[in-house]
T-cell receptor, first 109, second 114 residues
Framework: GIQVEQSPPDLILQEGANSTLRCNFS?????LQWFHQNPWGQLINLFY???GTKQNGRLSATTVATERYSLLYISSSQTTDSGVYFC???????????FGKGITLSVRP | NAGVTQTPKFRVLKTGQSMTLLCAQD?????MYWYRQDPGMGLRLIHY???????AKGEVPDGYNVSRLKKQNFLLGLESAAPSQTSVYFC?????????????FGDGTRLSIL
C-alpha cells in the first residue's frame, strides 16, 4: 500500500516563530488532508488540498501532487498550535484514507 | 452545529465483555467511518459505510462489528473485548466517497480493556 512519511517527527518552537511541516507519499494520490490533533485529543480538519495552495489565517498548505509531497506552513506560531499534525492521503478512487504517523509540535511561550 | 458526536467519551471494560460505541452525525452525510488510534501511530480504518444499510471492512476489522441501520448513526461493536483493543476510537463522516470529500471527525472515545 501507499506509504506516507511526515517530517520532522518532533518540532519545538518558540512562540512567534514560523515552521514548515512536510508530508511525502509514495504513490500518486487523488486527495490529501491535513489534520491537527490538539492536546485534548480532538482531531480538527485543517485543509482538504489535493493540489495547489490554500491559506487559512496563519496556516497555509501546498500540495505538489506530481512530486508527491505536501507542505503545511505555520506562521507566527502560538501555544495553541501545539499538538500533533497528521497528513492523510487517498491513493485512488474509492480508496481508503491513509494517515502518516504525525508530527508532534510544541510551541513554548 | 453538533457535527459528529460520539458516545461514550470514556469506558473501561474487562476482558471478554461486550460494548457498543455510538456515532451520530447531523450533516446528512452518506459515508461514515470508524478508526482506531494507537500511541505513536496515525489513525487506522476499522470499518466504513457508504450508505444506510451498508458496511465494509477497512484495514483492521478483526474483532469488531458495525451496523448502519439509520443514515445518521454508525455503531461499532466489540463482542468480546481484548486488551489489544485498548485504543482511542474516532468516528468520521463525509459527503462523498472515501477520499473525494473531506472527512469530519468526532472527539473520540477512549477505551481501556483490562
Amino acid at each position: 500500500g501507499i506509504q506516507v512519511e511526515q517530517s520532522p517527527p518532533d518540532l519545538i518552537l518558540q512562540e512567534g516563530a514560523n515552521s514548515t511541516l512536510r508530508c511525502n507519499f509514495s504513490d500518486s494520490v487523488n486527495n490529501l488532508q491535513w489534520f491537527h490533533q490538539n492536546p485534548w485529543g480532538q482531531l480538527i480538519n485543517l485543509f482538504y488540498i489535493p493540489s495547489g495552495t490554500k491559506q487559512n489565517g496563519r496556516l497555509s498548505a501546498t500540495t505538489v501532487a506530481t512530486e508527491r509531497y505536501s507542505l503545511l506552513y505555520i506562521s507566527s506560531s502560538q501555544t495553541t498550535d501545539s499538538g500533533v499534525y497528521f497528513c492523510a492521503v487517498v491513493p485512488g478512487a474509492n480508496s481508503k484514507l491513509t494517515f502518516g504517523k504525525g508530527i508532534t509540535l510544541s510551541v513554548r511561550p | 452545529n453538533a457535527g459528529v458526536t460520539q458516545t461514550p467519551k470514556f469506558r473501561v471494560l474487562k476482558t471478554g465483555q461486550s460494548m457498543t460505541l455510538l456515532c451520530a452525525q447531523d450533516m446528512n452525510h452518506e459515508y461514515m467511518y470508524w478508526y482506531r488510534q494507537d500511541p505513536g501511530m496515525g489513525l487506522r480504518l476499522i470499518h466504513y459505510s457508504v450508505g444506510e444499510g451498508t458496511t465494509a471492512k477497512g484495514e483492521v476489522p478483526d474483532g469488531y462489528n458495525v451496523s448502519r441501520l439509520k443514515k445518521q448513526n454508525f455503531l461499532l461493536g466489540l463482542e468480546s473485548a481484548a486488551p489489544s483493543q485498548t485504543s482511542v476510537y474516532f468516528c468520521a463522516s463525509s459527503y462523498g466517497i472515501l477520499g473525494n470529500q473531506p472527512q469530519h471527525f468526532g472527539d473520540g472515545t477512549r477505551l481501556s480493556i483490562l
